[in-house]
């Protein structure tokens, strides 16, 4: 299964992001997706050739948003695709059964097409207001999550969901508490000044609210 803390890089720069995933390892993340919003250039296969690297070292998970040929050029762990992304039909013929494969949704519309597509996880969100993320789909909140949810209960549905958009700490348990799998986070881990306590207790609130 997978963990349930993923953290999304941030960064215009290979330095800044290069920064940023270091801190997450250093502190106890265990599953980084490269988040590097450039039109593809040298400098993002450098990023990504040394994050495998970086994650390998710390035997973390390592997959990479939207580029599903960098992914099996370098042999990551997967992909994460939003639904204008590749299709997860083609990547999964690109990278093979056994590669991770995420999907977005926003809606329960969207988590039905994600599980007839065999996704290995979902990310819904958003879960509120975030500067990290440009054009936003409507905010969740909580009664979203609780929704959506008891709606995929209904119907025997198992995948696993990620939260994601402006999460905080104080976010977490009531969250959790909707039944979803773990939680998606970039500008937490990235702006925190003290990241070795925030994961801890990131952790700690995933794992005794399951
Ligand atoms: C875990 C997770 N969930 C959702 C997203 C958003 O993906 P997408 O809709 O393709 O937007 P971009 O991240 O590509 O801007 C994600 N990246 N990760
Ligand atoms: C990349 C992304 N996708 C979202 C979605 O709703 O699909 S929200 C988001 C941003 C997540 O970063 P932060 O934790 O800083 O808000
Ligand atoms: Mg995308």
Not at 4 to 26: F, M, P, R
Not at 49 to 63: D, G
Not at 179 to 188: M, N, Q, R, W
Request: charge should be negative.
């Amino acid at each position: 299964m997978h963990n349930q803390l993923q953290y999304i890089s941030q960064g215009n720069t290979v330095e800044e992001q290069l920064y940023n995933i270091h801190k997450a390892l250093d502190n106890g993340c265990e599953w980084i997706q490269m988040r590097f919003k450039k039109n593809y250039s040298d400098d993002t296969f450098t990023l990504a050739e040394t994050v495998k690297m970086l994650c390998k070292e710390y035997s973390a998970t390592f997959i990479i948003n939207d580029n599903v040929y960098l992914a099996k050029q370098l042999d990551a762990d997967g992909v994460h695709l939003g639904l204008s992304d590749m299709s997860v039909e083609e990547a999964r013929l690109i990278l093979g059964k056994t590669k991770i494969i995420g999907g977005t949704a926003n809606t329960f519309e969207d988590v039905l097409q994600r599980t007839a597509e065999n996704c290995d996880y979902i990310g819904l969100g958003p879960f509120q207001f975030t500067t990290t993320k440009q054009n936003l789909s409507p905010i969740l909140g909580l009664e979203g999550y609780r929704s959506i949810i008891g709606r995929m209960k209904a119907k025997n549905i198992q995948i696993p969901i990620y939260a994601i958009g402006g999460i905080t700490l104080e976010n977490v348990e009531s969250l959790m508490k909707t039944g979803i799998h773990g939680i998606a986070v970039s500008g937490l881990i990235t702006q925190t000044e003290n990241a070795s306590q925030l994961i801890n207790q990131l952790n700690h609130k995933l794992y005794v609210t399951i």
